[in-house]
C-alpha cells in the first residue's frame, strides 16, 4: 500500500489533517486502531474556538455545527456565590465561542472524508514506524489479519497521548515536560434542560463545578473530584448533591436535575514533548501535548498543529520547498506554550487546592476578584479563552 501522508489516528487531529491535504491534492490513508462507531461516539470536549469554526466553515465542514452548535459570546465566573460575566465579543472586539461536540465535528470530519473517497482503516493492530530517518518511511499494522505495509513520503502522527508515534523519536532526541495536577475531572451528561445561556465556571470550597451544555435537551456537567477516585465512589445521588452544592448562588439559584446518561472521570496533567518532528515523522495534537481541560483547549489545538502541517506539506509538494516543514515544530510550540500557560493559569484560578495555605486561597479568591473587576485582567482572560492565533512566518 502506498500514499503521499501516511496518518495515524483519526480523531480530530489526523481526520482534519487528512481534509486540508485533499482539499490541496495531496494523498493520504489514515489508520485507526477503533472502529467507526467507536470513533464517532467518544465523549470528550465541547468548546470550539473562533479559529477552529472559522476553518471549519472555511473548508466546507461547518453546515452542521452552524445549525447546532450554539455560539457564545462570553462566560460566567463565579465565587463565593456570586456569578459574574465575561462578555468575550466586548472584551475581544468581535470574537465568539461555539459549543459544539468534538465526536459531532469527527462525525463531520468523517463524513467528508469517506464521501470524497478518503481511505480510512478501522480497526488495525499492531501499529508501527520503520524508516522515518529516510525519505520513505514505512507504517506496519495488522488489518484483517494480515500484516501489511504502507510506504509514503511521510508519517503525521496523529494518535493521542497514548499512541505509538510519539516513541518513535529517539529518547535522546526527545523532552518531556510535564506537569500533573492533585485535580480529577467527573463529567456528566444529563438529560435535563440547559442551567444557562452560557457556560459557568464555579469555584467553591468543596471544589471546582463547570456547567456546560450539548443540547436543549442534554447537558455536559463536570465536578473536579479526587483523580484516585473511581466512578463507583459517585452514585448520581451523591454527583446531584455535590453540584447543586457547589454551583448554589447566594439568591438561592438551584440547578435542576435530571437522568444521567453517561459519567466518567478524568485525571489532568500538563505535558509537552519537544520536538514535534523526527525525520520524516510530524507529531500533531495529543501524541504531542496535553493540557488540563479547564481552558477548552485540547482539540483546538490538535487542529492548530495539522494547519500548519498541511501548509507545509503544500509547500513541500507545490513549491518543492521544505522551509516550513522544517520550522514546523517552532511554530507549533510558540502557540502550544502559550496555550499550556493558560490552561494552568485557569486550572489553578478554578480548582481547590487542598494542599494549599488559608493564605494562598485567599489569593486565590483576590485573583478571581481581579479578573472579574478589572477591563485589563478580564481582556487578557478572553483574548486567550477565544484562542490565540496560528502564526505563520513572514
Ligand atoms: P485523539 O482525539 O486522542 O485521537 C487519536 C486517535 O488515534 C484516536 O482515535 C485513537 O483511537 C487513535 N489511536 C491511538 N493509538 C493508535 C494506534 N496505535 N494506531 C492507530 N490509531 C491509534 N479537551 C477539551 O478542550 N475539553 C474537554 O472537556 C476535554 N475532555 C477530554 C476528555 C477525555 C477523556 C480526553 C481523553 C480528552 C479530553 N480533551 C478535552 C482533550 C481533547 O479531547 C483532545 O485534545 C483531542 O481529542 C485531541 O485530538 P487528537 O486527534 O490529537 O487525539
Ligand atoms: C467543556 C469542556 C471544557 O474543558 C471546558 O473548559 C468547557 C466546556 C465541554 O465539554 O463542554
Known amino acids: 500500500m502506498q500514499t503521499q501522508v501516511g496518518i495515524i489516528g483519526a480523531g480530530p487531529a489526523g481526520l482534519m489533517l487528512s481534509h486540508l491535504l485533499h482539499l490541496q491534492g495531496i494523498e493520504s490513508i489514515i489508520l485507526e486502531t477503533k472502529s467507526q462507531a467507536q470513533v464517532e461516539s467518544r465523549i470528550r470536549a465541547g468548546v470550539l474556538e473562533q479559529g477552529t469554526v472559522d476553518l471549519l466553515k472555511s473548508t466546507g465542514i461547518g453546515e452542521r455545527m452552524m445549525k447546532e452548535g450554539f455560539v457564545h459570546e462570553g462566560i460566567v465566573i463565579q465565587f463565593n456565590g456570586k456569578r459574574h460575566r465575561l462578555n468575550f465579543k466586548e472584551l475581544t472586539g468581535g470574537k465568539e465561542i461555539m459549543v459544539y461536540s468534538q465526536h459531532e465535528v469527527v462525525k463531520d470530519l468523517l463524513e467528508a472524508r469517506l464521501n470524497a473517497g478518503g481511505k480510512v482503516l478501522f480497526e488495525v ?154 525525520g520524516r515523522l510530524f507529531l500533531a495534537g495529543d501524541a504531542a501535548h496535553i493540557v488540563p481541560p479547564t481552558g477548552a483547549k485540547g482539540l483546538n489545538l490538535a487542529i492548530g498543529d495539522v494547519q500548519v502541517l498541511a501548509e507545509g506539506l503544500k509547500q513541500f509538494y507545490r513549491n518543492a520547498s521544505d522551509r516550513l516543514l522544517g520550522d514546523y515544530s517552532e511554530i507549533c510550540l510558540k502557540r502550544i506554550w502559550k496555550a499550556q500557560r493558560f490552561s494552568k493559569l485557569m486550572t489553578e484560578l478554578l480548582h481547590r487546592n487542598k494542599e494549599h495555605s488559608p493564605f494562598e486561597y485567599s489569593i486565590q479568591l483576590a485573583d478571581l476578584d481581579y479578573i472579574t473587576s478589572s477591563r485589563a485582567a478580564a481582556e487578557s482572560l478572553a483574548e486567550n479563552y477565544v484562542g490565540l492565533p496560528v502564526q505563520f512566518p513572514k
Open 125 to 278: 493492530k499492531d501499529v508501527s514506524l520503520h524508516q522515518i530517518e529516510t525519505n520513505s518511511p514505512v507504517i506496519r499494522f495488522m488489518h484483517e489479519g494480515e500484516l501489511q505495509e504502507l510506504h509514503c513520503d511521510f508519517i503525521a502522527g496523529c494518535d493521542g497521548f497514548h499512541g505509538p508515534s510519539r516513541q518513535a523519536i529517539p529518547v535522546t532526541i526527545r523532552q518531556e515536560k510535564q506537569e500533573i495536577y492533585p485535580f480529577g475531572w467527573l463529567g456528566i451528561l444529563a438529560k435535563t434542560p440547559p442551567a444557562n445561556n452560557e457556560l459557568i465556571y464555579a469555584t467553591h470550597e468543596r471544589g471546582f463545578a463547570l456547567l456546560s451544555t450539548r443540547t436543549p435537551e442534554i447537558q455536559r456537567y463536570y465536578l473536579q473530584v479526587d483523580p484516585n477516585d473511581s466512578i463507583s465512589d459517585w452514585s448520581d445521588e451523591r454527583i446531584w448533591e455535590e453540584l447543586q452544592l457547589r454551583v448554589e448562588t447566594n439568591d438561592g439559584w438551584k440547578l435542576e436535575e435530571g437522568p444521567i446518561i453517561q459519567k466518567s472521570i478524568v485525571s489532568m496533567r500538563s505535558f509537552v514533548c519537544e520536538t514535534m518532528q523526527y
